[in-house]
T-cell receptor, first 110, second 110 residues
């Protein structure tokens, strides 16, 4: 089983703050993803990476940015948080057709 | 446009059988996956179908008909722990870039 870790688990922050959501995996997967999910709703792909120094925007427009300097690390950054960014952010990595998800970060922007 | 349709909620009693249908309309198609997500938890992979037919894994089975752009997840011998949301997802292009449906909440009653 893949081990994929996200921190923090919960984050409450004020408008305008810069935040970074951390995601790390220990299985050496090249492909990693960030999904955004509102309660009871579908998952929307916001960023993905096929490997080191490779990042692409997903299908849902997002004001966040990502970086992939190391295979195991795929952080997501919001330069200036707004209430519209309140959501759950799920990080995943994949082996073949199987995605392994982290436990998510529940972000609340006041 | 691209879309995946699945019922929003299904309720059944313990021991029963539940079928969750998923129809899709996507620009490309490489396979249909199913994920389970308990409240507050991370999605976990259940199955993947690339070819027509039925795949069985324990109490869960998944079916695909590419000509009908249709698949289903079959949950047998329902248990209380099966109460969760179930998402179908299509890989329409590129590795791991999944388009998710809105999810079906399965409620299992005693």
């Amino acid at each position: 089983e893949a081990d994929i870790y996200q921190t923090p688990r919960y984050l409450v922050i004020g408008t305008g703050k810069k935040i970074t959501l951390e995601c790390s995996q220990t299985m050496g997967h090249d492909k990693m993803y960030w999904y955004q999910q509102d309660p009871g709703m579908e998952l929307h792909l916001i960023h993905y990476s096929y490997g080191v120094n490779s990042t692409e925007k997903g299908d849902l427009s997002s004001e966040s940015t990502v970086s992939r300097i190391r295979t195991e690390h795929f952080p997501l950054t919001l330069e200036s948080a707004r209430p519209s960014h309140t959501s759950q952010y799920l990080c995943a990595s994949s082996s073949g057709e199987k995605l392994f998800f982290g436990s998510g970060t529940q972000l609340s922007v006041l | 446009g691209q879309s995946l349709e699945q019922p929003s909620e299904v309720t059944a009693v313990e021991g029963a059988i539940v079928q969750i249908n998923c129809t899709y309309q996507t620009s490309g198609f490489y396979g249909l996956s199913w994920y389970q997500q308990h409240d507050g938890g991370a999605p976990t992979f259940l199955s993947y179908n690339a070819l027509d037919g039925l795949e069985e894994t324990g109490r869960f089975s998944s079916f695909l008909s590419r000509s009908d752009s249709y698949g289903y997840l079959l949950l047998q011998e329902l248990q209380m722990k099966d109460s969760a949301s179930y998402f179908c997802a299509v890989r329409d292009q590129g590795w791991g870039k999944l388009q998710f449906g809105a999810g079906t909440q399965v409620v299992v009653t005693p």
